[in-house]
């Protein structure tokens, strides 16, 4: 797996780099270590003479080698293997097109950030990263497993909990095989998470519940459901499948997230072209504004030109 971590030398991109720390990824898999330098703008100085702010420039660019090379070593550290760039320009167009351009299959991005970099804020940097990235993205906030520059007790992160949502899409599978694949601790804990939307209103539930249709969708999603919890339990032996029934699907899964304390949020997101990527699904959308963890949002590579 090819990754591609944007930093900008925050606490939200240093919990980045402690989750990857801790979170197994399938073996040979790779690490882009991307800044992006949104520098200053041309300006007429007191004089009348037009600058770009030169000597801005060099000590931004000074700290972002330092912190990059920082980071880097302690990935390295831990056996991954880590390629630096530097670029200069808007921080989601150029994140965008790194990922494009090497062909990644997962951008990990802080959600929020500060300084000269940039900032990494959710609903802007990292949300246009989201929206317009046509791989899976991790947008990965600070945790109380992650507190501290050399990060916390492995043995918590022996315990970490992952919550699932899945709706029987090709992208859940999708989700479904990356879980399948990482080589997560013996003791993490899975939970798959099925929701049936319902409406309320004006007796509507009643009658869907009655409905042979809707017994119908209930058994299907009843036996998807069970079927991607045996295919994971193979795998990893701590796995629990829950089917719920809700008005609300993002409240629904921000709720199971805040009352399992979930590390890691995996959604999928189906969009499979440009406009539809353009159109973020409203509950991928709120649950990556809302969660009290980290989100991946999984999303099955398409070439950006489609």
Known sequence: M???LATDGSAHSQA???LLNHVPFPDGSKIILATVL???????????????????IVPIRARAEETLKRQAESLRQIGWNVELLIRQGNAAEEILNIAAEQETDLIVVGSYGHGAVRSFLLGSVS???VKYASCSVLVVRESTRSKGESGSDTSTWEKMEILMAFDDSAVSYEAANILQSMPLAKDAEITILTIMPIITSYGMDIIERTSDFWQEDRKKAVTALQRVADELQKVHPHISAHLVESVDTSQEILERAKSLHSDL???GNKGKNAMDRF???SVTNRVIQHAPCSVWVVRKRVDPSD
């Open 2 to 4: 090819k990754l591609l």
């Open 16 to 18: 980045a780099i402690d």
């Open 38 to 56: 949104e520098l200053p703008v041309p300006y007429f100085g007191v004089s009348g003479q037009f600058g770009a702010g030169q000597e801005l």
């Open 127 to 129: 949300q246009k990263v």
């Open 265 to 267: 949020i995996i959604i």
């Open 279 to 281: 159109l973020l699904g």
